[in-house]
DNA sequence: AGATGAGCCTGAAGGC
DNA sequence: TGCCTTCAGGCTCATC
């Protein structure tokens, strides 16, 4: 599921709940995800305190009140349940791979069928210093004053494709295939151009679309194309908003009149409309 | 430094 | 209906 803002409605939603209690059990259903789970995960943090719970480009953060934050990534088709722990007709999925039961009686399923997930321990105070997040780019939804000059000097030491430079997260942190194409189209620059080409004006134009599109998605709970939703299980509705993902051969809202082109670019799915964005394809 | 391909996995969708 | 192939929202690694 997840970029940005599936990772974000999910952190908005299981907060409340988690944010002062604690785990009482946890329960791994198997060693690994796409790592193997931390050692002694339940000894290490079972019985104490949430403290916080927020995001990190797409990365989910609990810090506990002993020092320690786990790390969650959803990866491609993890999605987070949260319900009361005594609900009846709950059964266990077959990609149920945690369960954590917590003191105020709710249970955390962790569910994620293609396992490209994982978990992970650390310590809070080192958080910023290690892989991943001492190479986190900007936070795209920070105020725009403080990360428009950032990304933009990012982006001159570039020489790839926008695309390719908004999917690294040392530029940007937790842009995804879908909302780095809604943004480029809503911005009308082709994805194919070079990243260090983009004037500072060009750059921050770009910047306010993008987040634009983050703020849109969020407020509509996300995407749902297959796995996301929402940890009480209600869906996200940002899909029925896209301008160009998945619209291959659907007209293009900005000019009424090209269709909207897919294209493969690094391997991944480009949309774009290639009169209003002027893509061509970067030899 | 950047591009490319492979790999980690499963399930849905489409073609035949 | 059933089998096969392709594709998918992420990320990392090796190689060129």
Redesign the pocket.
Known sequence: ???LP?VETVCQAIKPILEGASFKSIQLNRP?L?YPFPPHLEKNIACHSILKVHRR???LLLDFDHGLTLIM?L???GRIILEPLDIIGYKQG??DHAILATSNNYKLIYRD????GFFQLEPTDRLQSL??FNKLGPEPLESFEIIASQFYNRLQ?????LK?AL?D?RIIAG????YASEALWQAKFSPFRL?NTLTLEEATLLLRELQDVLKRAIAAG???????ALPNKEI?YFQHQFKAYKRENQPCYHCKTTLIT?LN?????TYCCQYCQRCQV?T
Do not use: C, W
């Open positions: 599921m997840p970029e599936e690994n796409r480009a797409k990365y990534h990866g491609m088709s077959p990609h069928p293609r396992r490209f892989n991943p030491l570039k020489s790839t494709s390719s999917l997260q842009v995804g295939n879908i990243a996300g995407s749902t194309l297959r796995d996301h996200g897919k670019q690094h391997g991944r799915a970067a």
